[in-house]
Structures are given as structure tokens and as C-alpha cells.
């Protein structure tokens, strides 16, 4: 298993997740640029996600959706805010509607940090939330147990790599 730490901070309205990697951090920021990767693990096993839009770009945006077990496809987006390829990046991270716009509520705002470590890399995933409600409902979603799920697939697609 990659995850080394998970925590979450009601008052700081936090979730972070920490994850390494047997590879360097240009390898491991592959998985989060190129949207055929991403695709690969970005969602638990039982929910691929499908990338029809993807620019990891300061200012680009994406657009996904994720395929449940009886089929049901919900939506999200990201605006990407800020990029230090192949080190940083932070999304906002929200849900679309039927028509793939982005849905009333506060976006999550997400920082991605993949840092150099003994063997590899380090990948720090901050969520922030607007609220202690938000952080509850995301909780209550699923959201941790599906970034440990999705997360847990990037070994194998590393190691295809090498």
C-alpha cells in the first residue's frame, strides 16, 4: 500500500492524504498530466473515471465523470489554479450537473505536492473545505476510503513504467 498518513482537521477544515512512491517525482506527475493515466486510477477500482477535458495548465480546466457499478456516472470539474509542473499543482474540485456545468456549492480546493524522498517520491493531497458541513458530507461520500482505493492503483501503473 502507498498511503503512509492519512488526517483530517475539523478545525482547519482539512483532509490530507500522504502516499510514496518507488518513482521519481516527473514519473509520478505523468499520472496527474496525462489524462489517459489519470483515467487509469483517479477513482476507486469499482468507479473509473473517464477525463473528457483535461489541461493541467494554470487556468485550464477538466472535466470528468466516474462510472458506478449499476452504471450511474456522476460528474466533476477542476479549475486548475496555480501549476509548478512537475512539483505543485491546486484545483478546485467540484461536482458538475447533467450537462457537465459545474454545480451549485463550493468547489474543494485541492493542492497536490510531489516531493523528492528516499526511493522515490512523496505525494501530499490537501483537500480544504469550505465548511465543517462540507468536510462531513465529503466524509460521509466516501471520499477517504476512495482516495485510499484510487490511490492504490498508481503502484501498478508505475511499475508498467518502468
Do not use: C
Request: hydrophobic share 40%.
Amino acid at each position: 500500500m502507498t498511503i503512509v498518513t492519512t488526517s483530517k482537521d475539523l478545525e482547519a477544515l482539512t483532509m490530507v492524504v500522504v502516499a510514496e512512491f518507488a518513482a521519481d517525482p516527473e514519473q509520478v506527475w505523468q499520472l496527474w498530466a496525462d489524462p489517459r493515466k489519470l483515467e487509469r486510477w483517479w477513482g476507486p477500482p469499482d468507479w473509473p473515471a473517464t477525463f473528457t477535458r483535461h489541461a493541467l495548465v494554470s487556468g485550464g480546466e477538466s472535466r470528468y465523470h466516474m462510472t458506478g457499478p449499476d452504471g450511474e456516472q456522476p460528474g466533476g470539474y477542476w479549475k486548475i489554479a496555480d501549476v509548478e509542473a512537475p512539483t505543485r499543482f491546486v484545483v478546485q474540485d467540484g461536482f458538475t450537473d447533467d450537462a457537465g456545468n459545474p454545480a451549485p456549492g463550493e468547489p474543494v480546493l485541492m493542492e497536490v505536492r510531489l516531493d523528492e524522498h528516499p526511493g522515490g517520491t512523496r505525494m501530499t493531497l490537501t483537500s480544504s473545505f469550505a465548511s465543517a458541513e462540507q468536510l462531513e458530507e465529503m466524509i460521509q461520500m466516501g471520499m477517504e476510503e476512495g482516495l485510499a482505493g484510487a490511490l492504490g492503483q498508481i503502484d501498478e501503473i508505475l511499475a508498467e513504467a518502468a
